[in-house]
């Protein structure tokens, strides 16, 4: 795992000496990206999670990202993310980044309560949502505003 990781983070940092052919100009090009942007590995399975601690300790990785959908499917507790398990596997990722310094990260739990625990583990890094969510949300608080217009002549 450590090993798959390193090369894969070896080709985004240094994209001109991995198995891209782009040009140079590109390859620039792909390298600002990087140095503006974050490079944050998902753990979404078990096996993951046990590995936090050697992929964390990848030089380039930024942030460990917990998947929470995929990574609960995976132990048979799908959406639990209070369950002691998730909890246990938060913990282990949390303990991998303190020691390699790296950013603990979540997507996809909305519950503040929740969210308010993992902080106090560690977490600094909170995905809000995404663009298909948040229209969603917004198609259904506008649908509930209009039902609640009076129509003309109904009582």
Known sequence: MYQKTKQKVHILLHPELGE??????????????IILNVIAV????????GRAGEIAAVP?????????????????????????RFRE????????????????????VSDLELLRDYIAMGLRFINAGNDAG????????????????ELPGKN
């Open 89 to 108: 596997a938060m913990a282990a990722a949390a303990a991998a980044c303190r020691t390699h310094g790296k950013v603990l990260g979540i997507a996809g």
């Open 20 to 33: 891209s052919k782009a040009d140079k100009f590109v390859n620039a090009f792909i390298i600002t990206l």
């Open 42 to 49: 998902m753990l979404e399975t078990p096996e993951a999670i």
């Open 60 to 84: 380039g990785v930024d942030m460990l990202l917990i998947g929470p959908a995929d990574l609960t499917a995976e132990m048979g507790i799908l959406g639990d993310f209070r369950h002691a």
């Open 134 to 149: 948040f229209m969603v949300q917004a198609g259904t608080a506008q649908a509930v505003k209009l039902r609640g217009l």
